[in-house]
């Protein structure tokens, strides 16, 4: 399908643009062009080569293919600067979907390997330059040098196809590892952009043969070195993968689908699970002051007792458990009240047939027999079972997240994302309350329209969706126009935060609000923690270090909709977006925190974007904030972090309007706001009950709040109308 006969040939530096230095990942230092990774000429084996990336293992380059290239040029080595026999680096260059070629294991001194591979454009957008440390990161200083394309004469592409997965070795029921075919049945669909890929019902089971190793930051995550991925849906357009109800289940540690530098992917009917998940459940037998029992199914969730407490195993992988989990009431599925992170550990007696016996008093939180106990293992979160990164209109249509080893959906730096049905929720028949490790869904840079519709969200341990964007701290002004910025929090470190010809905005921290923008005109990413911000206008006097820097370009539409979440932990969603939201005809039950929380801060996560256009509608709203965590201090809670409040001279939430929607609620505050200007309560119907503990505190607690309005609602206690006054605002 491809001509042979090149027409000529042209170099790496013709088509290497700026914003692509930037997106490479590495644990190292710097990625150069034309240096090595510490500054000097690139030298393997006493040559010097004047062009090249000078990059260090381990490292990943994505590199995008020019229009017309028929192939990829060039040879690879470890470079001299730290002498003979140094380092061990074995280089790859991946498609999407495989491995298209890979250097022996090679050591400073060992002359350069050349490669030339095929990469028509008609096929590829991307390849990926990757260098491997064989697991020990010394002097690692790993050279891509001589690049070159060789362009050609391209052929047309096939038409599009509905291709069956049986065809393709694709076998529902089998306990046979899937991975071989899949990646097969990847390759037909790059090959035929704009195809389906059609599944018979079942399950598919996915192990270890087929994963491909990714080196990528994931953005509100730990950040393991490699990313084993199952699902590699990576530089495709226009492609469906249709499970017609089907359910995947993952093997080991994995990060199960990877959608990345790609447009129009859709996965429908697709649930996503692992064989042995990794969070474990144990049900309460019995409980007495003085102690109480739990039983642990040792099949579902394999374990063993070590320096007396629960490790628990799984295939591949073992986790010591903490000591802190959740606590699951047995009849309703709810998260019991009053209890939030649980500590459940102490001295324990193994009871045989794993049974076990623990010295600690769990009735006087109201734990009784038939209940479950979580276990979360530490809180670990490697790996979200979808992400979607630097892709565009991305649909997920009736999928369902069963269990994650971090968020469900984690999108960043992508572009309108669509999920209709499905949602985050435990398997039918699986007997766990639990879902996924942290959020449900997370978006963290996106921008266009994120729509989350229909779908339900039970058990997660943390928010249903949560949107924002990333800002850095600003740690130096090296000159007027240049400033040196950091990702703080460790677990969002790594991604595209800026891009050549991206806007700036720049935020004072003590205030948070953002002001003065400008436009970047250089990036470089001097390691994963810090980037070199060069732009087009001076930095203003009274900005400087510790204050933040945010893009602009980079914020989200949302709308959520029609969606129920309840029974999980810490919130039901959180948004912190300057363009529109919308949060309508939702169901939010039983939800341990906060219904919605607007947020936003420059000291903590460093997420932001406060909100200046949101919209709460015709949503219900029953027995939610049972037990309180971190910003949780109504129903609705908007709280960003502002360090100086009584300085701040302008507001950083505003336009929030909470209608018509219905409450079912025992005694709690129903809006707790803190710099927000312009907030409405009107046309809400609320009918306090006493299912729980009242908090005695008013309906509407307000810091420095300006333009609030309630009024047309219909307020109800003991069936008894209720009018409110003023002193039901504590300002």
């Known amino acids: 399908m491809v001509s042979r006969a090149f027409a000529f040939v042209f170099s790496l530096s013709t088509v290497l643009h700026a914003d692509e230095l930037p997106l490479a990942s590495q644990t190292y230092g710097e990625l150069r062009q034309n240096l090595s990774v510490d500054g000097k000429p690139l030298q393997i084996a006493g040559k010097v080569y004047p062009s090249g990336l000078g990059a260090h293992a381990v490292s990943e380059i994505p590199l995008s293919v020019p229009e017309g290239a028929l192939s990829f040029t060039g040879a690879v080595g470890v470079d001299d600067a730290q002498g003979t026999g140094k380092g061990g680096v074995i280089f790859r260059i991946l498609s999407g979907n495989a491995e298209l070629w890979a250097s022996p294991a090679m050591k400073s001194g060992d002359p350069a390997v050349p490669f030339e591979i095929s990469v028509p454009f008609a096929l590829h957008r991307k390849i990926y330059l990757q260098a491997d440390d064989l697991g020990n990161n010394e002097y690692d200083h790993a050279d891509w040098v001589d690049l070159n394309w060789k362009k050609g004469e391209q052929h047309a592409i096939p038409s599009p196809r509905i291709f069956l997965g049986k065809d393709l070795g694709l076998v529902a029921g089998s306990k046979d590892d899937q991975s071989p075919n899949l990646l097969k049945a990847i390759q037909v669909l790059r090959e035929h952009p704009g195809s389906t890929l059609k599944l018979d019902e079942g399950d598919y089971h996915f192990g270890p043969s087929g994963k491909i190793r990714r080196h990528f930051h994931i953005s509100n995550h730990d950040q393991p070195i490699w990313q084993p991925v199952a699902l590699p849906l990576v530089d495709l357009r226009n492609v469906t993968i249709d499970g017609q109800g089907s359910t995947f289940l993952f093997h080991g540690e994995t990060q199960p689908v990877l959608i990345m530098d790609s447009e129009k992917v859709t996965l429908k009917g697709i649930g996503i699970d692992y064989a042995i998940p990794h969070h474990s459940q144990g049900k309460i037998l019995a409980v007495a002051p003085e102690a109480y029992e739990v039983e642990v199914d040792p099949q579902r969730f394999p374990h063993e007792i070590r320096n007396g407490w629960f490790v628990f195993k799984g295939e591949g992988w073992e986790a010591r458990d903490g000591g802190n989990g959740i606590l699951f009431d047995g009849k309703t599925g709810a998260i019991l009240a009053g209890t939030s992170d649980f500590n459940y550990k102490s001295k324990l007696t193994e009871l045989g047939n794993g049974r076990y016996r623990v010295e600690k008093n769990l009735a006087s939180a109201g734990v009784k027999p038939g209940d479950f106990i979580t276990f979360r293992q530490g809180g670990q979160r490697p790996h979200p079972a979808v992400t979607i990164y630097r892709s565009k209109d991305t649909a997920l249509t009736d999928c369902i997240i069963r269990s994650s080893h971090g968020m469900g959906i984690l999108a960043q730096r992508s572009e309108n994302i669509h999920l209709t049905g499905g949602g985050v929720f435990p398997r039918k028949g699986s007997g766990r309350v639990f879902s996924t490790g942290a959020d449900a869904t997370h978006f963290s840079n996106c921008k266009g329209l994120i729509l989350a519709e ?10 249903a969706i949560n949107v924002h964007a990333t800002c850095l701290r600003i ?38 609000t953002p002001r003065s923008p400008c436009k970047v005109l250089s990036v470089r990413k001097t390691s994963t923690t810090e980037l070199i911000l060069g732009l087009d206008q001076p930095v203003p006097e009274d900005l400087g270090k510790g204050d933040a820097v945010e893009n602009a370009d980079w914020f989200p539409e949302v709308i959520f909709r029609g969606n129920t979440v309840r029974h999980n932990r810490a919130r039901g969603s959180l948004f912190t977006t300057p363009r529109r939201v ?7 039950e039983s939800i341990a925190g906060s219904a919605i929380l607007l947020a936003g801060d420059a000291n903590g996560w460093y997420e932001s974007g406060g909100c200046q256009d949101v919209l709460i ?36 939430h505003r336009n929030v309007r909470i209608e018509d929607n219905v409450f079912n609620t025992f005694d709690v505050p129903l809006v707790f706001a803190i710099s927000t ?7 809400n119907e609320v009918t306090y009950n006493k299912n729980f503990p009242g908090w005695n505190k ?34």
């Open 454 to 463: 229909n779908g339900l969200y039970e058990g997660m341990m943390d928010d």
């Open 475 to 512: 740690e130096e002004k090296l000159d007027s126009r240049t400033i040196r910025c950091r990702y703080v929090h460790p677990q969002a470190v790594g991604f595209e935060t800026f891009l050549p010809g991206e806007t700036l905005r720049f935020i004072r921290a003590n205030w948070l």
């Open 582 to 588: 919308l949060v309508e005809n939702n169901r939010f």
């Open 617 to 652: 509608r015709k949503n219900t709203f029953t027995d939610n904030l049972t037990s309180r965590f971190q910003f949780t201090e109504a129903l609705i809670s908007i709280y960003p972090e502002v360090p100086d409040l009584d300085g701040q001279t302008d507001y950083y």
């Open 677 to 683: 200007d312009g907030l409405a309560f009107r046309g």
């Open 698 to 731: 008013p309906p509407f607690i307000l810091h420095r709040c300006a333009n609030f309005t309630q009024e047309g609602n219909k307020v109800t206690r003991d069936g008894k109308p209720v009018t409110w006054s003023d002193k039901d605002i504590r300002r």
